[in-house]
């Protein structure tokens, strides 16, 4: 009977382990695609905003990795194997919290960090073409006029990047039509920058949360089922 279980559980553990190395693979392209979107903005971003999908993607790595040495032990009812397989599911877990807490208990100060670097880099825009480069990117893709609107902007310091045609099809104003612009004239994008940007940050980062708690879920029952199998292993002996 003890035989019997112990096979159960074994094939039950190595099934759980080929789904937690796919887990694996899911969230190294759940990272790469969220760094992917935000990280064009990056010259608005500081290097810790940008920390959380790139931990996704080094826990993803070592998920596959975890993943098949439990695989591993599974299939050699290996004692030893199992534990060190069940305290890096530990390890990993507690590492996921960690970041998640942070990043919510630091969450204002990201905020207000991404904004004052906006400002910094709009004192620099006349000066700087990596700046020049990073709002008319940033203000034609995201649909979007300076920090917190158009008026951030001098009125004669305006990009042409701020504006847009007032229909579909119609030439795109020009140059001197947009720095004079007034909200009224329908050529400026009305909304500020850093909303856009903070709206974008908040979606990649509810999709960072839903993976991570699928994957934390995931964990707790891989370290159930390793210490399970690990004790009936040591009761066999």
């Not at 709002?135 to 893709?141: D, G």
């Not at 990047?161 to 099809?169: A, I, L, V």
Request: one cysteine or more; charged letters at 20%.
């Amino acid at each position: 009977m003890q035989s019997c279980e112990l096979s159960v559980i074994k094939y039950i553990l190595f099934t759980f382990n080929l789904v937690f190395a796919i887990s694996g693979i899911g969230l190294i392209v759940a990272g790469a695609l969220v760094l992917s979107d935000v990280g064009e903005f990056s010259d608005f971003m500081e290097g810790r905003i940008l920390a959380p999908p790139v931990v996704l993607i080094v826990t993803g790595c070592i998920v596959f990795l975890v993943a098949s040495l439990g695989c591993y032990g599974a299939i050699r009812e290996s004692y030893y194997m199992l534990m060190a397989f069940a305290v890096c599911l530990l390890i990993i877990l507690i590492i996921e919290l960690a970041v998640g807490i942070a990043a919510a208990v630091y969450k204002n100060d990201f905020q207000m960090t991404m904004k004052d670097l906006m400002k910094s880099s709009m004192k620099r825009f006349e000066n700087s073409r990596t700046d020049r480069d990073a709002w008319n990117r940033i203000q034609t893709k995201l649909m979007c006029c300076g920090v917190e609107g158009p008026t951030d902007w001098p009125e004669n310091a305006r990009p042409m990047s701020c504006c847009h045609p007032t229909r579909e099809g119609a030439p795109p104003p020009e140059s001197f039509h947009c720095q004079a612009a007034k909200p009224e004239d329908g050529i400026m994008y009305q909304d500020g920058c850093f909303y856009q940007l903070q709206a974008k940050a908040e979606s990649s980062a509810k999709i960072l949360i839903g993976v991570g708690i699928g994957i934390a879920f995931i964990e707790v029952i891989g370290i159930i089922l390793a210490c399970w199998l690990a004790s009936a292993i040591k009761n066999k002996e």
